[in-house]
């Protein structure tokens, strides 16, 4: 397998796996309820009134991306492209298109 062949098949898994956990992350619940549980406590966060306004509406910012699929994707396009990129350009590059195939994907289960 060339190295160009080799790169494409190691990016389409890579794509495949962000849109995996980013959908488990926004829709499911996880073993042992994880993450509706850290959700709850994320948007409990959000809410309490000793913690400064400023940081209750990042927490809150951050349970409402939790729960998108497409927000998901980049975050996790950006850990995952840590792997594959090799200089900051492409990590940028890679990060953006990672999520945009996730997005393809669930466009295309979903069947919108």
Known sequence: MSE???RIVQFLIMAMAVWRVSS?????????????KFKTRVLDLSEDERLHISVRKML???YRGLNCMWCNSVWFSAIASIFISNSFKEWIV?????????IMIETFIKGK
Not at 29 to 35: E, H, Q
Request: aromatic share 8%; glycine share 4%; proline share 7%.
């Open 94 to 102: 890679v990060t953006l298109s990672l999520s945009t195939v996730a």
């Open 24 to 36: 488990i992350v926004a829709r499911e619940d996880g073993p042992m309820d994880i993450f509706p």
């Open 60 to 62: 809150n910012s951050f």
């Open 4 to 6: 160009l062949t080799s």
